[in-house]
């Protein structure tokens, strides 16, 4: 019998957590293996399962995470809350690094996941209008606000890219005219899966990096790249993205992301009143 817990947290680049009294579940998925098995244990008093998004030692790239079996068997476990936390970069100068956005919506660049549970028999076009829980992100942005020294923002655009490789300067520029506020490579299929599950799901978005688009003018500060700056005509820096500066910057970030998770965890009202354990009804055919 597996211990059951409602609140669970998956756990991004850089972002290990610990708990309280860990005790480590192993669960069998009709998907195959979860990331890394899961721990659940106590954090400020509440009961939190926690994956390993990556495994543990970060082994696992983003296009081979087992997703459905992630997600899988945290439902299996009671889970109705799924907070997921996301190492990004910046594609809008205003996130600046060590800046947190609670998502609410995306643009799927990824091209080779499973995506559903639904494979066929019945079948499942699940609404993602709205994909994300507004319960979750109000209350972790209120959390956030409190918090010493961190900016945070309620509502952004996640583009998931495929990966491993990071963006071309060219898409990188696409991605920002279409409105994307952070890029990275995990978010979906999570917050599709999360919806076919009926959970409330928020995605905590910690910029590591300002992407390949930007450019640093002596004058300006940060623009968009170009041989000379498109205001003052100076050179322009060329910045690249690369993966020690994502850990680094990520190394900054943990300290603000254990400081929400727990002050916002304990405040979650697990008798939820919101759209998302609803999201099947009039999606099934
Ligand atoms: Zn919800
Ligand atoms: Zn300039």
Redesign the pocket.
């Known amino acids: 019998m597996h211990q059951k817990t409602e609140i669970a947290i998956i756990g991004g680049t850089g972002s290990q957590i610990s708990l309280e009294n860990p005790k480590v579940e192993k669960i069998f998925t009709p998907f195959g293996n979860t990331s890394s098995r899961i721990i659940i244990g106590n954090l400020k008093g509440k009961s939190v399962a926690y994956i390993s998004r990556h495994g543990i030692g970060h082994v696992i790239p983003p296009h081979r995470i087992n997703y459905r079996a992630n997600i899988w068997a945290l439902k299996e476990l009671g889970a109705k809350f799924i907070i997921s936390a996301s190492a990004v970069g910046s594609l809008k100068k205003e996130h600046h690094k060590k800046k947190f956005i609670m998502v609410d919506q995306y643009v799927d660049r990824t091209k080779k996941r499973k995506d559903t549970f639904y494979e066929g028999g019945e079948l499942c076009h699940i609404g993602q209008a709205e994909p994300y829980c507004s319960y979750l992100n109000d209350l972790f942005y209120n959390t956030g606000k409190e918090i010493d020294n961190m900016i945070i923002q309620n509502g952004g655009t996640y583009v998931c890219i495929e990966g491993p490789r990071f963006s071309t300067r060219a898409e990188s520029k696409i991605y920002r005219q279409w409105g994307g506020d952070v890029i990275g490579m995990t978010a979906y299929p999570e917050v599709a899966l999360c919806a076919e599950k009926e959970l409330c799901h928020c995605c905590i978005a910690m910029v590591t990096d300002l992407d390949v688009w930007a450019g640093k003018?002596?004058?300006?500060g940060i623009?968009e790249i170009a041989e000379s700056?498109?205001?003052?005509?100076?050179r322009?820096e060329k910045l690249d993205v690369n993966v020690d500066e994502v850990l680094e910057t990520q190394q900054e970030n943990i300290a603000h992301l254990k400081a929400i998770l727990e002050k916002a965890i304990p405040k979650i009202n697990t008798e939820r009143d919101c759209y998302c354990r609803h999201r099947l009804e009039g999606s099934i055919l």
Not at 217 to 220: A, L, Q, S, V
């Open positions: 003018c002596p004058n300006c623009v700056c498109s205001k003052c005509g100076a322009v």
